[in-house]
């Protein structure tokens, strides 16, 4: 039954869930009943936002920098803390001469470094540039060369080539009209081959010495033609998404590592090369995945993002920093006290997108060439970007008055932290309902969520009980994770995108409370990416578009007006919690013995510990005299036993002693073995092992009871201490999905773990205004096709109907390799309305577009 339910990537990690066919129950109606979707055409609802679906830029993943900037020199100022990262010197063995990085009389303050190559020969020498992993040049297309250069000494001619991977010089030109001060000296180079790989020479003949900086290379055909301009390819593909709205530069960049290295955007504002680089966090913040490289000239700038949401008709939603840096990182705060400066940057930004040119920041984007304010306006503001705690709301609140005070017309956006169900999110959310800032509350919340797809199958009602009058929802980053998150086996394949698109039909659902969401991130290059999976990616010549897009792209072209109340009836899984055993220390030595696992008098599990076959563990886990020691002190570290064949009624019970004077024992069940979904829960005795610690700090031990899946969560706390070289009586029952842990016979904890109930089919429906259309959204994740009566509310009638469907293997993905692997398709038919059936493909996500129009 269960092989037939859902799509097998899906189904994979369900059965590494413990969802087997033991432990899954339909809990509905049949799975071969026939499901109906009743759509209450003539009941609208909510209206659904014009900004609904949108985009979330982040500089990562080489996304702005080597990506959508179109700049092909990396570090072509010299200023990286190395200032030659990128660069080669170019030397045949004959040449004489040398090649400094100098900083005395620089070309401008902000750009303190610069190159001095002398030559005292004949032999050319000179400097190689590397380009972001290498440069993408297109045959016969002209590239824009440009650098400061001072002839500080002698006749040297100075020669600009761009070099294949192979070495061949693909278009080459000697510089003319070089000077003894700093100049601006240009050159059109068109390379004869394409090469993705290209590097950009540049190289002195004949004795004299002479300085650059800044050297830049840009295509000429970039988005709009726009001299030192956007990559094109990257922002056709970002146009064609038809965002309503487009958050940026971040993220977490916003918030720096600490608060010297936040993004403040009045740096980024002005003639390029005042503009300071600045250390991107992705540069370092993930040391399985270093770019040594990322830096952010901020040739990308808030000019430039307001320009681009005024190209593709998107809302800007800028991210601004209210004082607090990435709490991933240092968390460092600035005082409420010095916040002044950090609400002045937000008040002048406003006044830089909206304001007169006569204004003093309007006239600065006036003097940039955009003498009108910015249109779209800009409407909406987030303050910070996954901020939790006291701190975030104190600065919440001074920001808020500020800003509400003197332009009510700004919705603000605010922070729930990095997930939607952990202690983070649960502290903030209650106290953002009631949050009062002066007599202004809270606009709207962002929320992100990153988890397998499972948790967004799972969740996808999760608004239906939100109160629609209280604070609306910006789901502004989420991404289903085929993995983990932030491993590097995540993958942009099609059972994510469905699992993302059934949590979309709950948004739309629910639209009167989501006004907004975005996937996350939007670009990634190929060869530099920190996170996946991302929306674009990108090498340095090609553009490829995911599943995920596709998926975004079909909600935003069709997103409709209003909300049709839709319903459907179709069979609901449930997956109880299942799986084996784990015993676990932290930083603690630990003994355990007489171990039983029993199911209603059955022994599923009785190790004699003679030997060290019964549980996975590591070297300092060892079992003698029948008993099972753990002698590191040290660690932290597990023994597992058991799996999903113990489904979900047992009963763990042992006696476990600790024998080191601090330190945690901690004993899992329903342990899923896989690190898919990682699902498990666990009874921690002394300090906390991981996971969330809202308990009581002030404590030196308390007793711990979580679950650990897509989203950690904290079920039960409670302070108490555990003796050392006592031995204890534990006891943890698993039944369904009700844990009760016992100590020395006396009931500590109880809880309900978490798990999933999944529909076997996702569906809501909206109507276009413009048109009449009712577009109806259905996912079926199931790898079998599922056939439905469809019930729209009036009168019999042959409509037209377009019909737009996206469905393949559910791992596959769009790749460099395979572009068009999973590419939506679209058909014609005619249907009579009001009911009529419908068969979903297997794995697919289906766009009904019935026209209503005579
Ligand atoms: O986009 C990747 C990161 O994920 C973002 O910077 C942050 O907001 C989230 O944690």
């Known amino acids: 039954m269960l092989r037939n339910s859902l799509a097998p990537a899906a189904l994979i990690a369900l059965a590494a869930a413990g969802c087997t066919n033991t432990s899954a129950q339909s809990t509905q109606r049949s799975p071969a009943a026939r499901p109906t979707i009743t759509v209450q055409s003539d009941h609208p609802g909510a209206s659904v936002s014009p900004a609904m679906w949108g985009a979330f830029f982040e500089d990562i993943n080489f996304g702005g920098d080597g990506g959508l900037y179109a700049e092909l020199v990396k570090n072509r100022a010299f200023e990286f803390p190395d200032p030659l990262m990128g660069w080669i010197k170019v030397s045949p063995s004959l040449a004489k001469g040398d090649i400094e990085v100098r900083t005395d009389d620089p070309y401008r303050p902000s750009q303190t470094h610069y190159v001095r190559i002398t030559s005292q020969g004949t032999a050319p020498i000179g400097i190689s540039n590397e380009g972001y992993r290498g440069m993408g040049l297109k045959a016969g297309d002209a590239y824009d060369f440009s650098a400061q250069i001072r002839n500080v000494d002698g006749n040297s001619k100075v020669t600009v080539q761009l070099v294949g991977n192979d070495g061949t010089t693909l278009a080459s030109a000697q510089l003319t009209g070089l000077s003894n001060t700093w100049q601006k000296i240009t050159a059109t180079l068109h390379p004869n081959a394409t090469d993705a790989n290209a590097r950009l020479v540049l190289f002195l003949n004949g004795p004299g010495t002479v300085d650059f900086d800044f050297v830049s290379l840009f295509p000429e055909d970039t988005w709009k033609h726009r001299p030192g301009g956007l990559r094109k390819d990257m922002v056709q593909a970002l146009a064609d998404l038809h965002p309503g709205f487009l958050r940026?530069?971040?993220?977490?960049?916003?918030?720096?590592?600490?608060?010297?290295?936040?993004?403040?955007?009045?740096?980024?504002?002005?003639?390029?090369?005042?503009?300071?680089?600045?250390?991107?966090?992705?540069?370092?913040?993930?040391?399985?995945?270093?770019?040594?490289?990322?830096?952010?000239?901020?040739?990308?700038?808030?000019?430039?993002?307001?320009?681009?949401?005024?190209?593709?008709?998107?809302?800007?939603?800028?991210?601004?920093?209210?004082?607090?840096?990435?709490?991933?990182?240092?968390?460092?705060?600035?005082?409420?006290?010095?916040?002044?400066?950090?609400?002045?940057?937000?008040?002048?930004?406003?006044?830089?997108?909206?304001?007169?040119?006569?204004?003093?920041?309007?006239?600065?984007?006036?003097?940039?060439?955009?003498?009108?304010?910015?249109?779209?306006?800009?409407?909406?503001?987030?303050?910070?970007?996954?901020?939790?705690?006291?701190?975030?709301?104190?600065?919440?609140?001074?920001?808020?008055?500020?800003?509400?005070?003197?332009?009510?017309?700004?919705?603000?956006?605010?922070?729930?932290?990095?997930?939607?169900?952990?202690?983070?999110?649960?502290?903030?959310?209650?106290?953002?309902?009631?949050?009062?800032?002066?007599?202004?509350?809270?606009?709207?919340?962002?929320?992100?969520?990153?988890?397998?797809?499972?948790?967004?199958?799972?969740?996808?009602?999760?608004?239906?009980?939100?109160?629609?009058?209280?604070?609306?929802?910006?789901?502004?980053?989420?991404?289903?994770?085929?993995?983990?998150?932030?491993?590097?086996?995540?993958?942009?394949?099609?059972?994510?995108?469905?699992?993302?698109?059934?949590?979309?039909?709950?948004?739309?659902?629910?639209?009167?409370?989501?006004?907004?969401?975005?996937?996350?991130?939007?670009?990634?290059?190929?060869?530099?990416?920190?996170?996946?999976?991302?929306?674009?990616?990108?090498?340095?010549?090609?553009?490829?578009?995911?599943?995920?897009?596709?998926?975004?792209?079909?909600?935003?072209?069709?997103?409709?007006?209003?909300?049709?109340?839709?319903?459907?009836?179709?069979?609901?899984?449930?997956?109880?919690?299942?799986?084996?055993?784990?015993?676990?220390?932290?930083?603690?030595?630990?003994?355990?013995?007489?171990?039983?696992?029993?199911?209603?008098?059955?022994?599923?599990?009785?190790?004699?510990?003679?030997?060290?076959?019964?549980?996975?563990?590591?070297?300092?886990?060892?079992?003698?005299?029948?008993?099972?020691?753990?002698?590191?002190?040290?660690?932290?570290?597990?023994?597992?036993?058991?799996?999903?064949?113990?489904?979900?009624?047992?009963?763990?019970?042992?006696?476990?002693?600790?024998?080191?004077?601090?330190?945690?024992?901690?004993?899992?069940?329903?342990?899923?073995?896989?690190?898919?979904?990682?699902?498990?829960?666990?009874?921690?005795?002394?300090?906390?092992?991981?996971?969330?610690?809202?308990?009581?700090?002030?404590?030196?031990?308390?007793?711990?009871?979580?679950?650990?899946?897509?989203?950690?969560?904290?079920?039960?706390?409670?302070?108490?201490?555990?003796?050392?070289?006592?031995?204890?009586?534990?006891?943890?029952?698993?039944?369904?999905?009700?844990?009760?842990?016992?100590?020395?016979?006396?009931?500590?904890?109880?809880?309900?773990?978490?798990?999933?109930?999944?529909?076997a089919l996702f569906s809501s429906a909206t109507r276009d205004n413009a048109t009449g259309d009712i577009i109806l959204k259905v996912v079926n994740p199931a790898d079998h096709p599922l056939t439905s009566d469809i019930h729209l509310a009036g009168s019999p009638h042959l409509v037209a109907a377009k019909i737009i469907t996206l469905t393949g293997n559910p791992n596959a993905e769009d790749s460099m390799s395979a572009p068009a692997a999973i590419l939506p398709t679209t058909a014609s038919t005619r249907l009579t309305l009001p009911n009529f059936s419908y068969t979903f493909k297997p794995c697919s996500l289906t766009i009904l577009r019935l026209g209503t129009a005579p």
Request: net charge negative; with cysteine.
């Open 248 to 759: 940026f530069p971040g993220g977490c960049i916003v918030e720096g590592k600490d608060l010297a290295h936040r993004y403040q955007w009045k740096n980024t504002i002005g003639p390029i090369d005042d503009r300071k680089t600045l250390v991107d966090r992705w540069n370092y913040e993930f040391s399985w995945r270093p770019t040594p490289d990322y830096y952010q000239s901020f040739g990308l700038g808030f000019f430039e993002y307001f320009q681009l949401c005024e190209d593709i008709h998107a809302q800007p939603l800028p991210i601004i920093n209210c004082g607090m840096a990435c709490q991933f990182n240092s968390g460092e705060l600035c005082p409420p006290d010095d916040l002044a400066p950090y609400i002045q940057d937000a008040l002048d930004l406003i006044e830089f997108a909206n304001g007169p040119a006569t204004s003093t920041w309007g006239a600065k984007r006036a003097a940039m060439g955009h003498p009108e304010p910015f249109n779209p306006p800009l409407r909406m503001m987030g303050i910070g970007n996954e901020q939790w705690g006291p701190q975030y709301l104190e600065r919440l609140a001074a920001f808020t008055k500020a800003i509400k005070d003197k332009h009510p017309e700004i919705t603000l956006v605010s922070d729930s932290g990095p997930s939607p169900d952990d202690d983070r999110f649960d502290y903030l959310w209650p106290k953002l309902q009631q949050f009062n800032a002066g007599g202004h509350g809270v606009d709207i919340v962002d929320q992100h969520c990153y988890a397998n797809p499972i948790w967004f199958l799972s969740n996808a009602n999760r608004f239906d009980n939100y109160d629609p009058k209280g604070p609306k929802v910006f789901f502004g980053e989420y991404a289903a994770q085929s993995d983990a998150i932030c491993s590097t086996k995540n993958q942009n394949n099609l059972d994510c995108a469905l699992a993302e698109a059934a949590y979309m039909t709950g948004m739309e659902r629910d639209a009167a409370v989501v006004r907004m969401a975005s996937y996350a991130p939007l670009f990634s290059n190929t060869e530099a990416w920190q996170w996946r999976p991302d929306l674009i990616w990108v090498d340095s010549l090609h553009t490829v578009p995911s599943v995920n897009y596709y998926v975004q792209q079909l909600f935003c072209e069709n997103r409709g007006d209003v909300v049709l109340p839709t319903s459907n009836n179709s069979h609901v899984l449930d997956f109880l919690p299942t799986g084996g055993i784990a015993l676990a220390t932290s930083n603690a030595t630990a003994e355990f013995k007489d171990l039983h696992v029993t199911n209603n008098g059955r022994t599923l599990f009785a190790p004699a510990f003679s030997s060290n076959k019964d549980f996975t563990a590591g070297p300092t886990w060892n079992a003698a005299d029948a008993t099972y020691r753990q002698s590191d002190p040290t660690i932290s570290t597990t023994a597992s036993a058991g799996d999903a064949s113990w489904g979900s009624d047992y009963t763990l019970s042992l006696k476990l002693r600790r024998t080191s004077d601090t330190g945690a024992i901690t004993l899992t069940v329903a342990d899923d073995e896989t690190h898919a979904i990682g699902a498990r829960t666990q009874w921690t005795l002394g300090a906390p092992i991981g996971g969330p610690t809202v308990a009581d700090p002030t404590k030196p031990e308390f007793i711990l009871l979580s679950h650990f899946a897509e989203q950690d969560q904290l079920l039960a706390h409670q302070p108490g201490t555990l003796d050392t070289n006592r031995w204890y009586d534990a006891q943890i029952t698993v039944h369904g999905d009700r844990i009760d842990c016992y100590l020395d016979g006396k009931l500590i904890q109880s809880a309900q773990m978490p798990h999933h109930r999944i529909p």
